[in-house]
Nanobody, 123 residues
Framework: VQLQASGGGSAQAGASLRLSCATS????????IAWFRQPPGKDREFVAS????????DYAESVAGRFTLSRDIAGNRELLQMDSLRPEDTAVYFC?????????????????WGQGTLVTVSS
């Protein structure tokens, strides 16, 4: 399974970016997707996740109310809308997929990962 994360780039504080996590196909009848990020010099951390049923979502406290994760079924991708960006959002963002309908904030639960896309937010 190959995941393609895209949409990263540079932005000013307060601006918006939209990340996309696309796969050529979904390997299981039910699955969950999550985004994680790794700030410079820090550990990878949970950002947001979505279960197989789109209304099941979870967000890290640091991004709740600013980031929105949604599913584009026709496009076979998940979209992470990032609004009101802050310099502390600067990181490499990774998407990951797991089998089963339940989403999780734990990196170890995810089986396949994308290559990451860099988001840089300047003040």
């Amino acid at each position: 399974v190959q995941l393609q994360a895209s949409g990263g780039g540079s932005a000013q504080a307060g601006a918006s970016l939209r990340l996309s996590c696309a796969t050529s196909s979904r390997p299981w009848s039910s699955y969950a997707i999550a985004w994680f990020r790794q700030p410079p010099g820090k550990d990878r951390e949970f950002v947001a996740s979505i279960g197989f049923t789109e209304h099941n979502k979870d967000y890290a406290e640091s991004v709740a109310g600013r980031f929105t994760l949604s599913r584009d079924i026709a496009g076979n991708r998940e979209l992470l809308q990032m609004d009101s960006l802050r310099p502390e959002d600067t990181a490499v963002y990774f998407c990951a997929i797991k089998r089963g309908s339940r989403h999780s904030p734990l990196m170890g639960d995810y089986e396949y990962w994308g290559q990451g896309t860099l988001v840089t937010v300047s003040s």
